[in-house]
Every structure is written in C-alpha cells, then in structure tokens.
C-alpha cells in the first residue's frame, strides 16, 4: 500500500503540488486525469521518490520512504518516449534490470520469457527495438519496467505518441497487463476517455491540487464540484446560471420541471451538462429547446462538434452524423432535464444528473 499524507512540493516559490493525501491499495490501477501543467508527472515523481516533497511523508506498507532514494524502493517508470536500448535484443532489453540486480541467469531467462508472453513479446525477442512497430516497442519498454517484479509502476501518459489503432489495442491489453503483474499502477493521462477505459480508481488534478479521488465510474458520474465535472468530460462540460423556484429549474429563457431538483433550497445555481447530452433535435418529449447562434462546426467523421453561443455562455454539442452548417446561423439545440447537474454558488455539487443516480 502506498500512502501520501499531506504531501506538497513547491519550487522557488510556486507551488507544483498542494497538499495531498491519497491512498493506493496493492493490485489496483490509479488514473490521473488532468489537463497539461495540472500536477500529474509532478505528483508521480513524489511518489517514484524521484523529487522529495516540502511537507509530508510517503509510507510504503506502513514504512517512511519519504528520504529513501527512488534506486531502494521499487519503483517502475514508463514515459510517452520508448526508452528502450536501441543496440540490445527485445530479450537483453527486458533483461537489463535484472542483470543489473544481479539476478542468477536461469532466473533472469525465466522472468524474461514469462514476461514476453504476458505482453505477446515472445515473437519479437531476438529482434531489435527499431525494427518493432510504435506499440511493439511500448510493449517492450513496459515488460522492463515489469519484470523486476516493482511493487509500484508509475505510466505518464504512454499512450500519447501512438497512432490512434495503437492507442486503442494498448488501452484493452495494459488492464489486463495491470491485472496479471499484482502491483500498484498509476497512469497519467489528459483524455477523460482513457480514464473510463482503463477504470479502477481515478483522481483529477486541476493546477497542483487533487480535487476528487474515487471509483471511476463514480467520479466521473457524480463530480464533486464544477472543477471535476470540467476535468472529467471531453469537451469540457457546458455550464449556464440557473434558478431553481419552486417547482421549475430556470436556465435562461427555458425552464425544466424541478423533477429531482424538488428537495433543493430556491436559489441560485449553476447547471452543468456534457456536450454528448445536447442534442439538434428532440429526441425525448421531456427535452427543452434553447435559441443559440452557430459559432462553428468540426466533423469527425462519424460525429460533429457544434460550437454555439447561448447569450454570454459558449457551448459545445456532440452529435452523430455530418451535419453542414453555417457560421453564425440562428440553432436550437436540446437538452434532456434528467442530463443536468446542479452546481451551488461556491460550485460544489449540489445535485447530480437523474441519469448519474440511476446508473
């Protein structure tokens, strides 16, 4: 078990990380999700002991590491660059930690080979890193970090120079990698996406400070406060002012029936939803229109990304199909009440979307 207890680092003045307390049990896979610059690789190099912090302690089951050297303690790194050695063997290449350790020969030849075949290496073993492809050679520089047996092996954001195909066979396999090794995994990455796929437990990061750590599905269905919600969607999620009174919930010019909103105080709120949820069309009778102006479209391909104004507020939508529109065009857009979240005055979450409470 890794602890940080009220771990900060701060340097010549600047925080880099605020104090921060997390828990990671052994065989359990950690995200962390942020946006760049947010404290991910920082608050990794605190627990690789690769940066020592300016308050707080690290434990490792119970013992203070907080001043060991990142060589005594276990500690498996993987980056978005493959740090593999280019003139060594797949097989010499997934060897060299151990022969550094000084590990008998017929140990390091069985640790080798049994690591090979966890991550479908075996093949490839007499080959040379560059005449691997992209993933192959990822998968070269995880069995490195895998084979020593660490109790903790730190990914910051391994994924990011692969192509998209890659990415997604990578995505299924490192769960199942994660699941054979028994050790503590901790993965950065900026895609809220990535986040859901690999599941376990993820904590969002937003300039140096842990603003909720939990279940995956938790987290990203039931937001703390509008800090999370931001982080945990892709666009960042839409907000607009709203008012609850009585039994409606006002947001601008439309108003949705207070439905699980009906226990909260009348007040000022800010309703919060993500860019899957607005829609062109009104697919549900319970859906409410909102006026907006077209600002600009993006068409993925299968998808469309609908940028709109809604007054001062700037949207964005993401709907399926290509959809051809004009910059500047009146656009009504749609929303389903049971999509929203209610966020209070001091942006903590107040009520989370019907759909995230009934999930």
């Not at 692969?162 to 050790?183: N, Q």
């Not at 999509?339 to 009934?358: G, N, Q």
């Amino acid at each position: 078990m890794l602890e940080l207890q009220g771990v900060s680092r701060s340097v010549g003045g600047r925080v880099h990380i605020h104090p921060t307390s997390l828990t990671l049990q052994r065989g359990s896979m950690n995200v962390l999700l942020g946006p760049t610059l947010s404290g991910k690789t920082s608050l990794m190099r605190l627990m690789a002991g690769l940066d020592q912090p300016t308050t707080g302690r690290i434990l490792w089951d119970g013992q203070d590491v907080t001043g060991r050297r990142v060589q005594d303690r276990g500690v498996a790194m993987v980056y978005q660059q493959f740090i593999n050695y280019p003139g060594l063997s797949v097989y010499e290449n997934i060897a060299s930690p151990l022969r550094i350790l000084g590990r008998p020969r017929d140990e390091i030849d069985r640790k080798v080979r049994e690591t090979a075949e966890m991550l479908h290496l075996t093949p490839m073993l007499a080959r040379k890193p560059l005449e691997l492809s992209g993933g192959q050679q990822q998968r070269c520089a995880l069995a490195r970090a895998l084979v020593k047996g660490a109790g903790l092996v730190l990914l910051d954001e391994p994924l990011a120079n692969l192509d998209y195909k890659l990415r997604e066979e990578l995505r299924i396999e490192i769960p199942r990698i994660f699941e054979a090794s028994g050790a503590i995994f901790v993965y950065a990455t900026t895609e809220p996406e990535e986040a859901l796929l690999l599941g376990g437990n993820t904590a969002t990061l937003w300039e140096g400070r842990v603003t909720q750590f939990g279940p995956t599905p938790t987290v990203y269905r039931q937001p703390v406060d509008a800090t999370t919600a931001r982080v945990f969607s892709d666009p960042p999620m839409n907000f607009v002012g709203a008012r609850k009174q009585g039994a409606a919930v006002s947001l601008g010019e439309s108003a949705l029936a207070a439905g699980s909103f009906a226990d909260l105080p009348d007040g000022a709120y800010l309703a919060g939803f993500r860019a899957n949820h607005l829609s062109l069309a009104r697919h549900r009778p319970t859906a409410v229109e909102f006026a907006c102006r077209l600002v600009g479209t993006e068409i993925t391909g299968s998808e469309t990304f609908v940028h709109v104004e809604h007054g001062a507020d700037r949207w964005v939508g993401l709907v399926e199909g290509v959809h051809l529109l004009t910059a500047g065009q009146p656009l009504s857009v749609w929303l389903d009440p049971a999509h929203v979240y209610l966020f209070d005055a001091s942006e903590r979450l107040a009520a989370p979307a019907a759909y995230a409470k009934a999930a």
